[in-house]
């Protein structure tokens, strides 16, 4: 009872938070980094994103934001059978773009780091559950077995020089939908920079990205959500000039006789994650990172996240809420998270 009522005030806060900001356009109306703010919808990469961008050429950058998303999409999409990474999961072998090059290169390091937990080899296993076209279905351990034997990251051989990706493993297959938005995201950031705007945002579903802070110097309130399903928030993040990615089982799944099945998967098992975590929230400089690890440390569990964290051979900090609901995070973060739900903060 009362964890829900500290969600309620924590859900008025945001609202009051929009609010503000409502109110904060209206008030500076005439100032010239307002009539400069240009905003842009797009669906794309499966979700609803929005740009947002202030200055000169804000236009502009949102318009090429939208145009390299599109560009991404199309070529890393494993759904979509004339993409980049189509080709080189039907063929084993692939010319591949400097943008897939470097994902797939960012994946094996993040794969090295993270003791196996982020594996991009994950397709036949997530093709066996159905979440590559939406029917459902549970598969036989044996199915699942037979699909883990593929899935050896060493057997993805990378030739830099002739921009190639070979798998020595045929029937191994590849899927960027863990990383490859955090990759847009910071791609975005550097048409923001290249137009000259200093105070923008992008927000791909769960993944948020801002460059500089608001237009008035303050900083930039991502709002976390409550895993629990509902539309509440647990808290907000304020953050400058950083990445901000949420992974959580509730974003996608299906249940089937009382159970829920979630689209993040174990890759020892095959089976959705069930590390403990609800919802882990990454906050990194770059994209790619945070959006790698939020899916690694989701399926991690809490004890290998904080060996992780203090290890930092990634930078980054962490917020993490437990399967019981109570929530904690880095002390880099401590500052700038408010929320009326106590938490504990790792140090
Ligand atoms: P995210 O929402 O960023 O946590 O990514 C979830 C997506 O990552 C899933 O929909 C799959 O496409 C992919 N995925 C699932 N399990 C793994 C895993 N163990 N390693 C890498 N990618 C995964
Ligand atoms: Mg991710």
Redesign the pocket.
């Given at each position: 009872m009362e964890r829900k009522e500290n969600e309620r005030r924590v859900c008025l806060l945001v609202i009051i938070l929009i609010l503000t900001s409502v109110m904060f356009i209206s008030c500076t109306g005439s100032s010239d980094d307002e009539e400069k703010k240009a905003v842009k919808d797009v669906f794309a990469m499966d979700t609803y994103m929005t740009f947002t961008a202030y200055g000169e050429n804000a236009q502009c950058a949102v318009d090429m934001a939208s145009d390299r998303i599109e560009e991404l999409d199309a070529m890393l999409s494993a759904g979509s059978s004339k993409s980049e990474i189509s080709l080189l999961n039907t063929n084993a072998c692939a010319k591949l773009s400097d943008d897939t090059l470097e994902i797939i290169e960012k994946a094996i390091e993040v794969n090295k780091n993270t003791d196996g937990?982020?594996?991009?080899l994950?397709y036949p296993v997530?093709k066996c559950w159905g979440?590559d076209t939406g029917d459902y279905r549970i598969p036989l351990q044996n199915e699942l077995n037979e699909c883990l034997t593929h899935m050896d990251i060493d057997k993805i051989i990378v030739d830099k020089e002739r921009k190639s990706v070979r798998f020595a493993d045929p029937d191994m297959q590849i899927?960027l939908?863990?990383i490859a938005?955090g990759y847009a995201s910071d791609q975005i950031m550097e048409i923001y920079r290249k137009n000259g705007v200093k105070s923008g945002i992008v927000s791909l579903g769960?993944n948020v990205q801002a460059i500089g802070s608001r237009p008035d110097g303050s900083s930039w309130k991502v709002a976390i959500r409550c895993p629990d399903g509902s539309s509440e928030y647990a808290g907000v993040l304020e953050v400058n000039d950083e990445a901000v990615?949420t992974?959580g089982g509730y974003?996608?799944y299906f249940e089937q006789n009382g159970n829920t099945y979630h689209?993040?998967?174990?890759?020892h098992t095959g089976r959705p994650s069930d590390s403990g975590l609800a919802s882990v929230t990454i906050v990194a400089k770059k994209g790619i990172v945070a959006?790698a690890l939020?899916?690694?440390i989701?399926?991690m569990g809490y004890e290998k996240a904080v060996k992780l964290w203090k290890e930092q051979k990634l930078s980054f900090e962490m917020f993490l809420i437990k399967d019981d609901g109570s929530q904690c995070i880095t002390e880099g973060l401590a500052g700038a998270y408010k929320s009326d739900t106590d938490y504990s903060i790792i140090e």
């Open positions: 937990a982020f594996n991009p994950i997530m979440f899927d939908g863990g938005k769960g990615v992974s974003e996608r689209h993040i998967i174990e890759p959006d939020s899916t690694a989701y399926i």
